[in-house]
């Protein structure tokens, strides 16, 4: 009875020191959008950031941040971005990651932006993970009761 005790004390333990590891890791991630509606061809600015503490990650790891092609989906094209930019965090151990985004698309309707995430080195899943963002892209309004063609 003894060692069935002492078996279930140490799961207990060495599960309770794996979740505060993995609860050390963990931050918090958000994306905002300046906008969510455009006109074809107008920018949108996301903005990314990414706060945890990384005094407390596990040895040999380091953040891996997303890696923005040019473009988030076929639909929206990456018209520009910052390098990530790493600050203490104001009042706290903190350290925020950041980045922003310039975005544009030419395809008109209603865009999901899927969530950008944040692993750690060799780890493939999620130690967090932003806000999915929806744009909506119109079309410019156009004159069809006019039948000569004239400049812009």
Do not use: H
Not at 19 to 34: E, F, H, R, Y
Not at 38 to 57: D, H, M, P, W, Y
Not at 73 to 83: A, C, F, L, Q
Not at 135 to 149: H, I, N
């Amino acid at each position: 009875m003894k060692l069935i005790a002492k078996y279930i004390v140490s799961l207990f333990v060495v599960g309770l020191s794996f979740t505060s590891a993995l609860a050390q890791v963990n931050g918090i991630a958000i994306a905002k959008i300046d906008t969510n509606a455009i006109r074809i061809g107008e920018q949108a600015t996301i903005e990314i950031v990414f706060s945890c503490n990384t005094k407390n990650l596990p040895a040999g790891k380091k953040i891996e941040v997303p890696q923005i092609d040019d473009t988030i989906r076929k639909e929206i094209e990456v018209v520009g971005k910052t390098k990530w930019a790493t600050t203490p965090s104001k009042g706290s151990e903190n350290t925020d990651f950041i980045q922003k985004i310039t975005i544009t698309s030419f395809d008109s309707g209603f865009w999901v932006i899927p969530p950008f995430k944040f692993t750690l080195t060799g780890d493939s899943t999620p130690i967090a993970e932003t806000n999915p963002l929806i744009l909506e892209v119109r079309t410019v309004p156009t004159d069809t009761s006019e039948s000569s063609l004239r400049d812009i």
